[in-house]
């Protein structure tokens, strides 16, 4: 089966004006999204382009994805819902804060994801080859721009600017990141196809090579320590559609991109270990920040002196905070187990109840942590449970017949593996990047479960066996 055009009925018309209008509408709201202070603008990029696709979708169709494969992860995402608005209301010692976190993060994320998947449901599919080929530019912009910074910097200074936390349009390594995992989520999915002697897009394989290269150059230019993870669950990803493929369907040219993948993460790996200083004090840091009574630096960094490790040098903040935090964090969890109300400063408020106005603690730097500490056990269980499910709903749709619905499964599950994966080491909860994972499930999800031409085998790195 071939490309997403090969699936476009003879009597299609190509997008006309007000479909023009609609893909300048998507491209501008993702390069708005991590620019910082542009929430009101992203705001009313998001309503527009809402209520222009919400005519032109076909909503009719929403049943089969809302009865049928989307069934287990939409009684997660309500159950969640349902959960955290009860704690606000009946549990959390300050509901109006809560209520308003909720409004302003939460339903705005699943207000995105309608966007998405009212964007996904054009009448034909050339449309939709559009759309994700406008979504891809888009991220590949976003990550050229972290080269063409990375670039400057490095005329400016005389250096290579590894590690530096690089200000700018994209406010950082923290939010460029994002944008990165995106676009290698993309091209992952599209080169292991090719893998399989199959592709979704008329692209040549050199081109997805270049922007490849500039993807890893923007790796290394954001120093993200947790990115390496990130990249090992994408390899890892493509090793295991290699290894499933029978041997002699395999393309010599994938088979050496999957070598010069692997030589790639771990020479970023040694890179980065050589070079970055905070792995080489990870270790003796751990007794320093679990001593959280002995050591207060973590609550009030602007009362209390840096703690310093046996040689005299000061600890990484970094490593310190992180683990600090996450110690202080698994406490407040047993304190209030049903939680202290969903927001972005949950953890603030608990470690504030404990520790009163002295405290200074903004957050822990872990998704994970704060959706426990803000909902309690059982809203994080339900949390997890939903990330589980869309990975696993996806994952069983990775070999579909229609390639563009296999690109959509596996672009989708690699968004929810890194995604998950980076919850439990990074603030993934802020609006912008919350919204965009939401906004790529509604997007995505509707393409990846299509039941015309699905062939469903066993989950890749998500759930167990074959079906």
């Not at 018309?13 to 023009?20: L, P």
């Not at 998507?26 to 999204?33: G, I, P």
């Not at 819902?81 to 209301?89: E, F, N, R, S």
Request: hydrophobic share 50%.
């Amino acid at each position: 089966m071939g490309k997403w055009s090969n699936c476009v009925p003879t009597n299609s018309k190509t997008v006309d004006a007000s479909g023009r209008i609609q893909l300048a509408l998507l491209a501008s709201l993702l390069l708005v999204w991590p620019i910082p202070h542009s929430i009101a603008l992203r705001n009313l990029l998001l309503g527009i382009l809402f209520l222009s696709t919400s005519f032109a979708a076909d909503w009719a169709r929403v049943r089969w994805f809302a009865l049928k494969p989307m069934r287990v992860p939409d009684i997660f995402c309500a159950a969640f819902t349902a959960w955290i608005l009860l704690v606000a209301v009946f549990i959390s010692p300050r509901p109006w804060w809560s209520l308003g976190e909720i409004q302003g993060q939460w339903i705005m994320a699943l207000l995105t994801m309608l966007t998405g998947l009212a964007i996904s449901l054009p009448r034909n599919q050339t449309d939709t080859l559009k759309v994700m080929s406008v979504v891809i530019a888009v991220f590949a912009l976003e990550v050229l721009a972290v080269d063409g910074q990375g670039v400057w910097w490095t005329i400016q200074h005389g250096a290579w600017p590894h590690w530096a936390r690089m200000g700018g349009l994209t406010a950082g390594p923290g939010k460029a990141s994002y944008e990165t995992n995106f676009l290698l989520s993309a091209l992952v999915a599209e080169i292991t196809l090719r893998m399989e002697g199959r592709s979704t897009f008329n692209v040549p394989s050199w081109m997805l090579g270049v922007v490849l290269a500039l993807a890893a150059l923007s790796v290394n230019l954001e120093a993200m320590r947790n990115e390496l993870f990130d990249l090992a669950v994408f390899l890892g990803f493509a090793a295991r559609i290699g290894y499933r493929t029978n041997k002699g369907r395999v393309s010599r040219g994938g088979m050496v991109g999957l070598g010069l993948g692997f030589m790639l993460v771990i020479g970023l790996g040694v890179l980065d270990l050589a070079v970055d200083p905070r792995w080489k004090t990870l270790w003796a840091t751990v007794p320093i920040a679990l001593d959280t009574s002995g050591h207060l630096y973590w609550l009030n960094m602007a009362r209390f002196p840096i703690p310093h490790l046996p040689d005299g040098q000061a600890v990484s903040q970094s490593n310190y905070l992180r683990i600090a935090w996450i110690k202080e964090g698994l406490e407040a969890i047993a304190r209030n187990p049903w939680g202290v109300g969903y927001g972005r400063s949950a953890f603030a408020h608990a470690i504030k109840a404990k520790f009163g106005a002295i405290s200074r603690v903004e957050g822990p730097n872990n998704s994970l942590l704060d959706i426990a500490v803000g909902s309690g056990v059982i809203g994080v269980t339900l949390w997890l449970g939903w990330i589980f499910s869309l990975g696993r709903m996806v994952s069983v749709r990775i070999h579909g017949v229609v390639d563009s619905d296999a690109f959509a499964a596996r672009f989708l599950l690699l968004i929810v593996l890194s995604f998950g994966i980076r919850m439990a080491m990074d603030s993934d909860m802020q609006n912008y990047t919350l919204e965009q994972f939401c906004f790529a499930i509604g997007l995505l999800a509707p393409l990846a479960i299509r039941e015309n031409g699905a062939r469903e085998v066993g989950p890749v790195l998500v759930g167990g066996g074959k079906r």
